[in-house]
């Protein structure tokens, strides 16, 4: 899935979303090209903030989206490369310039970094300072190493796909099973065609084109001992070749249904296993081996229909694996507008299913609010969502996708906030939802209509402002609710300024 959401943005530049873009002015020769050599040295993006404007609704000030320029789908591949690095620079001048873990309590992944450019050591500089973990291909490990440079906490998870795809290069490590060495799906085909779901025919399954899935991938029966020994021995030995610098695998594509292989990869519908419940049952005993055999934890990256239609699979695969990815909370898709945002009712399923995975286990949440261009609104919501499930004490992490995966997302300085720690769980019980922090009490509200908190007291917003007795929070927001004005200065002193 990777492979496919980081050339979406090739994709955008040959006309997918040209006619969604408003800003069409070129912004003309800025940043100098390097070749396909990460530049050494320490660098600062450069950074003219006198154009940006307050964010309604925020504290956050935001450069002017730069936008597409008309007719990119005729230029060269240069010129589409330096645009995509263009915004990329834009998006990383919103980031701090000092890490703020010392005083915040939110956890920061990425969702991929781009493949079709060549990255300058000061971006990956920047995404190191704000983040607290991405995942990579194989083939970037390079990039992990210039993370972890600055720093040296930073969790790298390699990138790993559940499908088999046809032999691509092996003078790389490839970011699947059948991509590592000279055993791929042609050795797979002839040595163990037992191996591999088939349909009805007694074919072997295959993703289409067209599809979410990469086309031409093969998919292997999870339930098969041998399989998940060879499977696991791919993993290990992509982590080997790469240099072993992970602290866990992502496995994406990891299904829960048997219906995902043909409403997700276009295949033929396999035959193997009739029902969902024997089809989970085979993924978790593959999870289980995968756990003892691989040298790091293996999170799953599990469908979001199958979260709520299974929540009870959802935690069981949070248990069983390293951990576990949700990308449909709090939306199920990037559509903006009230369609794809999510019902309290289902909120309520994925937040209960988390707070039953212990602790210690990898949670990642990958929202989705809009385009390229963000959406404010959309992003703070998710953000405070967010917190109603974070904990210092707890291994999740949080990141969202603008438009393309391997495009890094605007930096909000509520993300930065120092709210002390969680005491609690969230209370998910009234129309809006609370939770309390050492210095703040958080209200969101999931409901589609504007909703009323009441409180004894006073206290002050995020913005300042000074409210009494109860507060109007209107559809798919959030509020933070200060005690005095010495606690919100307090979570503020430390932002960038």
Not at 29 to 58: K, R
Request: aromatic share 10%.
């Amino acid at each position: 899935m990777q492979r496919i959401l980081s050339v979406i943005l090739i994709i955008v530049l040959c006309g997918v979303v040209f006619m969604m873009v408003r800003n069409l002015a070129n912004r003309g020769d800025i940043y100098p090209q390097n070749g396909n050599e990460i530049v050494d040295g320490e660098g600062a993006l450069p950074v003219d903030t006198s154009g940006w404007t307050l964010v309604e609704g925020s504290i956050t000030k935001l450069p002017p989206y730069p936008g597409i320029p008309v007719g990119a789908t005729f230029y060269s591949k240069e010129k589409k490369d330096k645009i995509v690095l263009d915004l990329i620079d834009h998006k990383l001048s919103t980031y701090p310039k000092t890490s703020t873990r010392a005083y915040r309590i939110g956890k920061y992944t990425g969702t991929g970094l781009a493949t079709q450019v060549t990255l300058r050591e000061d971006q990956l500089k920047a995404i190191a300072i704000a983040h607290d973990q991405n995942q990579l291909p194989p083939m970037q490990a390079e990039y992990g190493r210039i993370l972890k440079k600055y720093n040296p906490d930073f969790r790298l998870f390699m990138y790993f796909d559940s499908g088999i795809q046809p032999e691509e290069n092996l003078d790389i490590v490839g970011d699947d099973a059948g991509n590592v060495d000279a055993e791929n799906v042609d050795w797979i085909l002839k040595n163990h065609p037992d191996w591999l779901l088939r349909d009805a025919e007694g074919n072997p399954i295959i993703s289409a084109r067209g599809t979410l899935s990469n086309p031409g991938s093969y998919w292997g029966d999870p339930g098969n001992p041998e399989y998940q020994e060879w499977f696991a021995g791919k993993i290990n030995k992509a982590m080997q070749l790469s240099g072993n610098i992970w602290s866990g695998v992502l496995l994406d594509q990891f299904f829960g249904s048997i219906e995902n292989f043909t409403n997700y990869a276009g295949t033929e519908q396999q035959t193997t296993y009739k029902t969902d419940e024997a089809f989970q049952a085979a993924q978790l005993s593959f999870l289980k081996r995968l756990s003892e055999l691989v040298k790091v934890p293996v999170v799953a990256n599990l469908d979001g229909a199958v979260s709520l239609k299974y929540p009870s699979f959802f935690v069981a695969v949070g248990k069983v694996a390293g951990g576990v990815e949700s990308e449909i909370y709090p939306f199920e898709s990037s559509v903006e507008g009230d369609s794809s945002v999510l019902r309290p009712d289902s909120l309520k399923l994925l937040i209960s299913a988390m707070n039953e995975i212990p602790p210690n286990k990898h949670i990642k949440i990958n929202s989705k609010p809009g385009g390229l261009e963000g959406n404010t609104s959309r992003t703070l919501y998710a953000y405070y969502m967010y917190l109603l499930l974070v904990d210092k004490n707890r291994d999740i992490y949080w990141t969202f996708k603008e438009g393309d995966s391997s495009i890094p997302h605007y930096w909000y300085k509520e993300f930065d906030l120092n709210l002390g720690n969680a005491r609690g769980t969230a209370d998910i019980r009234g129309m809006v939802w609370t939770r309390t922090f050492d210095g703040a009490v958080l209200v969101v509200n999931p409901q589609f209509s504007e909703e009323t908190y009441t409180f004894t007291g006073t206290k002050y917003t995020l913005l300042g402002q000074k409210v009494s007795g109860s507060i109007g929070v209107p559809p798919h927001t959030g509020v933070l609710l200060f005690p005095d004005e010495a606690t919100l200065t307090k979570a503020t002193a430390h932002l960038d300024k």
